[in-house]
């Protein structure tokens, strides 16, 4: 895999440190802090963790079903398990044992899903997790997270780990650019703005946010004012947020490294044609996906500054 | 290339084993440029099991490559889908795609992705890739020959540590259960996983007995004797689906990726590909 995705052009940091550190830190000052994985110690940045923990680091082997009943068992014994795997066998191989064992059971859990999206670009759509928005919205009693930068990921883990409630976060694979200012505060449910303006929102999680600033810089190019939103949390969703946008801009576009059927962009349609009816167009992967890299991957789909700024366009005409 | 395996078919049970073994080393040299292209892929678990695979392919296996959906075929589905680099060297080896092919492996819009793809490979039947998926296939392909009141055969090759998935035992019950002798699994034991050995993650031995305990004939063997393999894959069972628990050593054939965790995806470098194939060569 390559390491890097290419397209941002400015200074990039690794959410996967980030959440090694934070684990580490975390499971430093709270004795109840456990990681559960799937021979997945290398793959989910463990390795240190492991070394200063090694009781509480819990490899259930190639078993996913499992990894995920053991974490509701833990958290049944006031233990707070954070599961770290890959996204796709995360969401979809354990996808029972999340809506009965964790969502039913309302149990402190974080299910922390590792290279989501298509960071497995090659490796092709058994290792593509873009299912994983729709499947986690469905089961409502979820909060859902998806940390943009490495700010980001440290604040929604510390988060999660007091929130006391069942939780699903992707963690990024590939370095990203640092969006989030330095002083905002991480609020789970709140969208942040992170560029105001009046013809159009663009609305993106995750790997599309820093994307979705470059499409706004060309659409400022235009003499088209963009508003830029970062949705960390689809579930919850910021419908305050949804709806100024709606009622103040008139058009949006939602992105999202993620399969288009029940994702972000459904989360906000949902809200919008509810609330506010304006034209909208949801980006992200509109069917499984060809072989080829993610970088190669985000182009063929439109996943990039010019196709987010062609949208919009669209929209605007 | 083609005709291989009308060469193993014509030779006398003492040669053969020799001309597979060949054959197989033919395969590693493969599925080493294969990897080269892309730099990916997972060079420990297909070298493991390249012995295996040969034998089937170039031995054993009921198969028409014009025709790669004959329907009295003999199945056969790699559950350790990401082994993909293997499975591909033998079957554009055998015939059922370019051998140039294997050029654009992992390339952009390649039908060749990093696990097998029934829609766009010829000779593939089972999308594989998320482990734990192809025994319950191969219990349905075997099911259903049954139906159809045909001989076919079914062959489904496993990774140990994809043992850890509860699917197999799930399938394992019900094949024993239903003893389809039509069935056959085959445990490429290489006592490495991703991260670890096998042992030290969750212990899989007695392995045998497992399987036998669920109603399995089983058969310990080495998984890099083609004769001994050769022999066990042709001869048909009794009343029980066969299991067959394939020795291997992960990375097999190249010294410095044997029995080496790390080597589970790592790739070789320009100087390492070099020593690899010569090591090859000279086997
Ligand atoms: C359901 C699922 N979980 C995790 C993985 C990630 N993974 C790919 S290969 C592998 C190790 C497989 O070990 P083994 O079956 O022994 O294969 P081998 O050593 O022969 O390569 C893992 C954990 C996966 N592909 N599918």
Known sequence: MNEMSPTPNTTTFDCRVAFAETMIEMARVDPRIVAVCNDSVGSSNLNAFQKEFPD???????????????????????????????????????????????????????????????????LGPTHHSIEDFAWMRALT?????????????????????????????????????????????????RASVLREGTDVTLIACGTMVSRALQAADQLAAKGVSARVLNMTTIQPLDEAAVIAAATETGRIVTVEEAIIHGGLGSAVAECVVQNAPVPMRILGVPHLAPTGSNAFLLDHFGLNAEGIANAALALVA | MTDLHAKVAAANDADRGALLARIADEVRICILHTIDGPKMGHIGGDFSVADVLTTLFFGVLKLDPTDPRWAERDRFILSKGHCSAALYSVLAMRGFFPVADLKTFMAPLSALNGHPNRRKIPGVEANTGPLGHGLPIGLGCAIAARLAG?????????????????????????????????????????????????????????LADKWRSFGWEVHEVDGHDHARLYALLSARGGSQPRCLVARTIKGKGVSFIEDRVEWHHKVPSAEQVQLALKELAVR
């Open chain 1, 56 to 122: 509480r680091l819990i490899n259930v082997g190639i078993a996913e079903q499992n990894m995920v009943g053991v974490a509701a068992g833990l958290a049944n014994g006031g233990f707070v398990p954070f599961v770290s795997c890959a996204s796709p066998f995360l969401t979809g191989r354990a996808l029972e044992q999340i809506k009965a064992d964790v969502a039913y059971n309302n149990y402190h859990i974080v299910l922390c899903g590792q290279s989501p999206g298509m960071s497995y670009g090659e």
């Open chain 1, 141 to 189: 009693d979820l909060t859902i997270l998806v940390p943009a930068d490495p700010q980001q990921t440290r604040d929604a883990l510390r988060w999660s780990a007091t929130a006391n409630r069942p939780i699903f976060m992707r963690i990024g694979r590939f370095k990203v650019p640092a969006v989030t200012p330095e002083s905002e505060a991480f609020t789970v449910g």
């Open chain 2, 150 to 206: 045909s001989d076919r055969r079914t062959f489904v090759v496993l990774g140990d540590g994809e043992l850890q998935e509860g699917s197999n035992w799930e399938a394992a019950m019900a094949a024993g259960h239903r003893g389809l002798s039509n069935l056959t699994a085959i445990v490429d034991r290489n006592r490495l996983q991703q991260g670890a050995r096998t042992e030290d993650t969750n212990r899989l031995e007695p």
